[in-house]
């Protein structure tokens, strides 16, 4: 029972290049998320999605996209990373009432 | 502009101690309410919850008190071990309005002293 998984655990891009960070969920939720931490800033929500095929932004959405592949898998891209999205990102589902998330084990990203 | 607010970043408390941590929120939509654990490298985990409807919810050592006039609530550990030390994260959502998307605060760091 792996709950949320999430790939790399870590990753050091130049700034300008790509990738995505890769997220998928065995609990069968609707509800996925994706959360960058910031030392001082606490969790801040940069993308949302309710179900399969539908996203929404949330506080920090600049700089990325996402992708609901389908209702397991939920992937963040960022298209020319820069320095200030340094960072650990974590990939979230929630129970259908949002009573509760579980959080993947996050990706430690660093940009030079 | 944050809605849920921890002050206080970090707490030492000796081991058999209560710990107490604050959290106000401004958003009066909010009717529902988590507190997250995380150790270094790891996610956050749940911890407790509370509802609008209650005004205190307790499991184990960890208790939620809410006040909902004053948009605030305090999560008690007593005894406080040396395996709580972690950050400490509010989060509050607007279920009935449904929206399940959680805000979070800045987070508590919480050291037990042995």
């Known amino acids: 029972n792996a709950g949320v998984t999430q790939t790399p655990k870590f990753q050091v891009l130049k700034t300008g290049q790509s990738m995505t960070l890769q997220c998928a969920q065995d609990m069968n939720h609707n509800s996925m998320y994706w959360y960058r931490q910031d030392p001082g800033m606490g969790l801040r929500l940069i993308y949302y999605?309710?179900?399969?095929?539908?996203?929404d932004k949330g506080e920090v959405p600049n700089g990325y996209n996402v992708s609901r592949l389908n209702k397991r898998e939920f992937s963040l891209r960022l298209e020319s990373a820069a320095p200030s999205q340094t960072s650990v990102y974590f990939c979230a589902t929630s129970t259908p009432r949002g009573t509760e998330a579980f959080f993947g084990q996050g990706t430690r990203l660093t940009v030079v | 502009d944050q809605q849920v607010k921890q002050n206080s970043p970090s707490l030492s408390v000796q081991e058999g101690r209560i710990s107490i941590l604050n959290c106000d929120y401004t958003?009066?939509?909010?009717?529902?309410f988590l507190w997250y654990k995380k150790y270094p490298a790891e996610g956050p985990t749940f911890l407790i919850s509370i509802s609008s409807i209650k005004d205190k919810n307790e499991d184990g050592r960890f208790t939620v008190f809410l006040n909902k006039s004053a948009k605030h609530l305090s999560l008690h550990i007593v005894p406080s071990q040396p395996g709580d030390s972690a950050v400490y994260f509010c989060?509050?959502?607007?279920?009935?309005?449904?929206?399940?998307?959680?805000?979070f605060g800045k987070g508590n760091q919480v050291v037990v002293i042995p």
């Open positions: 958003n009066s939509m909010f009717d529902y």
């Open positions: 999605s309710a179900s399969e095929g539908t996203t």
């Open positions: 989060a509050a959502s607007g279920l009935r309005r449904g929206n399940n998307r959680l805000a």
